[in-house]
């Protein structure tokens, strides 16, 4: 069997200065001529596209429009608090929610950490109000989540929740690290005894169902 040989050709190709198109030389093969046509075909075809309009404009720091209607639905949302009007409150926090963490990702989360944590302190606060303790206990951790120092109101309403529902434990728990991030501060002191006070008294009740099934065995 006759042994097969690879080899190639090696061409001085050409590339025009102005155009930036490339050539060979006139004796190379009609497929390579070709092919550098179809090269150059589409390079000035890319060199026509216009700019898509899907790019994003350059970044700025803070849209101060945004900012002025975060704050406007905010404002908005404590003027409803304060006139007992709390289903229309909420509307307003979770409006203000949406809008913040509806941010450009340019743009400083520590702005968007500090708007969600006020807005969903406030929005526990309205739910607290309509005796929504579970919702008010959400939004609250998610305040501290966003916010976990500074923030001793949405550590009290979670805990203040937690105890409203009976979650004796968990609001033991939850205020002994709201008092390890807040220092001693003096609602969460109180809330803590409440928890503590609670706790004691079922614990006795406890004891005495089991005193009593003791006798009476």
């Known amino acids: 069997m006759a042994a097969t040989e690879e080899y190639f050709d090696l061409l001085p190709l050409g590339l025009d200065p102005a155009t930036k198109a490339v050539t060979a030389p006139s004796g190379a093969s009609k497929a390579l001529h070709a092919e550098l046509a179809a090269l150059n075909n589409l390079h000035r075809s890319i060199l026509t596209l216009e700019v898509s309009p899907q790019i994003p404009p350059p970044p700025i720091p803070v849209n101060p429009k945004r900012s002025a209607q975060i704050t406007k639905l905010k404002d908005g949302g404590n003027d409803f608090y304060r006139k007992g009007k709390h289903g229309e409150a909420l509307k307003m926090y979770h409006l203000g929610i949406t809008m913040a963490l509806g941010r450009p990702l340019w743009e400083p989360q520590g702005l968007v950490r500090e708007e969600v944590s006020q807005l969903f302190a406030n ?36 805990g203040k929740c937690l105890l409203e529902m009976g979650r004796l434990d968990e609001a033991h728990e939850w205020v ?23 706790l004691e008294k079922k614990s006795q009740r406890e004891e005495a169902v089991i005193k009593a099934g003791g006798e009476k065995a």
């Open 123 to 158: 929005r526990a606060q309205a739910h607290m109000a309509l005796q929504n303790w579970a919702e008010g206990a959400v939004d609250a951790e998610a305040s501290v989540e966003a916010k976990r120092a500074g923030n001793a109101k949405a550590w009290w309403r979670r």
């Open 176 to 198: 002994g690290h709201g008092l390890e991030m807040e220092g001693e501060e003096q609602e969460l002191l109180a809330l803590q005894q409440e928890v503590v006070a609670r």
